[in-house]
Nanobody
Framework: QAQLVESGGGLVHTGGSLRLSCTASMFAVDNYSIGWFRQAPGKEREGVFCINNQDGNTYYADSVKGRFTISRGNTKNTIFLQMNNLKSEDTAVYYC????????????????????WGQGTQVTVSS
């Protein structure tokens, strides 16, 4: 079954960096718009960053502007989320999934419309 698996989370101090990986099995991520999302305890899942496979445009949440970037790996099955200058409010479980046309961030759709969520990877930022 085609799926995406997140990895790379961990515990870091405020101001630190992490790089998360989103690895696909059985399909090439280049063929899809891939979004990163996060969910903190007691909060709704929110979009963080997205790359549109058709035009290469990227979309991101205001809260991560200038700190997070998204990129494709050298192979065709990995998307990275580079997170710099991490803050305590970035603490959450991070997920990746396909988001056609990056609707969550581009058109303000609710992330609940998406399916095929993986296990996610925990990011904890301590002061």
């Amino acid at each position: 079954q085609a799926q995406l698996v997140e990895s790379g989370g961990g515990l870091v101090h405020t101001g630190g960096s992490l790089r998360l990986s989103c690895t696909a099995s059985m399909f090439a991520v280049d063929n899809y718009s891939i979004g990163w999302f996060r969910q903190a305890p007691g909060k709704e899942r929110e979009g963080v960053f997205c790359i549109n496979n058709q035009d290469g445009n990227t979309y991101y949440a205001d809260s991560v502007k200038g700190r997070f970037t998204i990129s494709r790996g050298n192979t065709k099955n990995t998307i990275f989320l580079q997170m710099n200058n991490l803050k305590s409010e970035d603490t959450a479980v991070y997920y990746c999934t396909t988001d056609p046309f990056c609707r969550v961030l581009k058109d303000h759709w609710n992330a609940g419309y998406l399916e095929n969520w993986g296990q996610g990877t925990q990011v904890t930022v301590s002061s």
